[in-house]
């Protein structure tokens, strides 16, 4: 069985490190206001923005398992042909 | 024809849930029918009633309604015999609760349907496990939709669960302040510095509590906010799902967490207490049974086994995981274990302190049996209440109570007042059922062989 590189590996480390540090950089340039008189309209707002990413880490990881088995048998294959 | 609206049940103008001659009943109302039918015809109710995800229900006749002038569905759900609250549930218990949540709402978003909230007063325990009870919190999903319990979700579940496990156990009390859960600037404030190195408590508190506040004067433009794909929305629920699944909560060392390894009994005498209670029980064939200062639950077992139900009280958090964790997928037994301080039990709060419901008015069909097993000495001693205010609380509990009483030269109670100044003259034993025969008759009284204790079985002269 061939070793493929797993969904913790140092590239998808990087690639979370990256985009949570540019969403931290956003937040604090942006102005801030402490009033609580509606929390709703802020959670909607990152609820997009978290569904987004989320949704791409989801399908990297639905399909991954998929690209994964399918590349391993290929390779198999190869192996037993030679 | 008693009826009476339940008190935590206001917020929905489409359905709400009432009580008619003790049985619970939910009404639907007219133009407010097509998310139940969607429920019900789209496949979802069947699914989650397969996985034990959900309570069953019977649809009844109109002449069970409430209001009949609004009704158009009354349903009849599967009864809970005792309400618990989240803020009375050891970790375990909410992390269960949290992911049924969850997976509720992911297996709707297959089927077309989504949650309208994601309150934790939405999740029960019954026959063991977590179960979902807001059969009306269903509604029909449309792809571009935002999810509206995301926020409910983080302050009723991810908040608190973080702060017990990365900060400190005792923070579960915050759900008895803030009943619509933990706010998340408070969780984000009191959160370690390391948890903004972890993606989903970064996403779901920091960058959630921060962009609360910046929003939080301006009002929202439907068209500013971006539509969110299913993807993302399934994205978002796995991410909440996984960052729950891995919190642990490491065991502290408490005072009561080696108790059954520390007691002063010869082996001989707990089986002879065993037994005792055992008999004593039988006695009486209780349906609902309570055990203050239940700990881990020992004593409860050997009573849950005569066929009672049980609830398992104890103000140590340790101990009542402990317990949850044995009774957990128990099919025989029927315990429910709960964290409760006898000094402060949960009180009436909430809208016009009657949303959520103190501890003696919870059961509906009543309390047969109350046991206090080697707990009096505590009350009466480290808390200097006399035995009468002991016997006249606990003989509004319920009817029957089984007792134990532990005298001063018993080692637990001399370890106790070797740090403080013996002003308990009149603990004794004669004393002790003098006062509790005021609001008691006796039925029984054995004294543990090779041990000081002695074990009563009472029955109350006031219980309703």
Known sequence: ?82 | MDIKPLAASFRDEGNFVYKKDGIVYRQINKGFTSDYLSLMESGLYDSLISDKYIVNHDEMPINYAADKRSADIILKPEQIEFITYPYEWCFSQLKDAALLTLEVCMQSIEYGMILKDSSAYNIQFHKGRAIFIDTGSFSKYEEGGKWEGYQQFCKHFLSPLLLISKVNIQLSNLLKVYIDGVPLDLTSRLLPVKSWLSWSIFAHIHAHSISQNMYSDKGSKSSSIKKISKVGILGLLNSLHSAISNLQWKIPKTEWGDYYNNTNYSSNSSFEKKNIVLSMAQKITPSLTVDLGANDGLYSRIVAETGSMVISADIDPVAVESNYIKSKGDTKTNIIPIIQDLTNPSASIGWAHSERESLKSRSSTGVDLVMSLALVHHIAISNNVPFYKIAQYFSKLGEHLLIEFIPKSDSQVKKMLSSRKDIFTEYSIEYFELEFQKFYELMDKVKILNSERTLFLMKSKVYL
């Open chain 1, 1 to 82: 069985m061939v070793n493929l590189p797993r969904l913790g590996t140092n590239k998808m480390k990087i690639i979370k490190a990256n985009f949570f540090l540019s969403i931290l950089i956003w937040l604090i340039l942006s102005k801030n206001s402490l009033a609580y008189l509606d929390p709703g309209t802020g959670s909607l707002i990152i609820q997009s923005t978290i569904a987004a990413v989320a949704g791409a880490f989801y399908t990297i990881k639905l399909y991954w398992f998929q690209i994964r088995k399918f590349i391993s048998k290929v390779l198999n294959k190869k192996r037993n042909i030679d």
